[in-house]
C-alpha cells in the first residue's frame, strides 16, 4: 500500500512558477510509474506528466509541455511537478497518483494509488 501527500500548490500570478511535490509513504516508488493529474473545475481529470520510477522515462500532456518538468527524488522517494510560465488556463486542483503498470498512462484508471490532491491557483 501506497500514501500519497501532495504539497506546493498556491496562489501565483500567470507568468509564475510552482513546484508542486508528492511524498510517499507506506512502501518506495521502486517499479512503479507516477503522475500527475488535474481537475479543473466542472471538468474531467486530465492526464499532466509522468515518469517511470526505474529509468526515469518522462511523458507530458502537449498542453504542459516545454513548461512542465516532472522529475524524481530517489533518496527522498518523492517526485516533484515543476510549473514555470503559468496561466490561469493550469488552475485547477493537482493530484499525484501511482501504478504498477498503467496500460495508458495517460487515463486515470491504469492508476492504484491516489493522493488527497493540491490547489493551484494561476491569477491573470
Known amino acids: 500500500q501506497v500514501q500519497l501527500v501532495e504539497s506546493g500548490g498556491r496562489l501565483v500570478q500567470a507568468g509564475g512558477s510552482l513546484r508542486l511535490s508528492c511524498a510517499a509513504s507506506g512502501r518506495t516508488f521502486n517499479n512503479l510509474v507516477v503522475a500527475w493529474f488535474r481537475q479543473a473545475p466542472g471538468k474531467e481529470r486530465e492526464f499532466v506528466a509522468a515518469i517511470w520510477w526505474n529509468g526515469g522515462t518522462k511523458y507530458y500532456a502537449d498542453s504542459v509541455k516545454g513548461r512542465f518538468t516532472i522529475s524524481r527524488d530517489n533518496v527522498g522517494n518523492t517526485v516533484y511537478l515543476q510549473m514555470n510560465n503559468l496561466k490561469p488556463e493550469d488552475t485547477a486542483v493537482y493530484y499525484c497518483?501511482?501504478?504498477?503498470?498503467?496500460?495508458?498512462?495517460?487515463?486515470?484508471?491504469?492508476?492504484?494509488?491516489w493522493g488527497q490532491g493540491t490547489q493551484v491557483t494561476v491569477s491573470s
Open positions: 497518483a501511482a501504478g504498477t503498470s498503467p496500460s495508458i498512462v495517460t487515463m486515470t484508471t491504469g492508476y492504484n494509488y
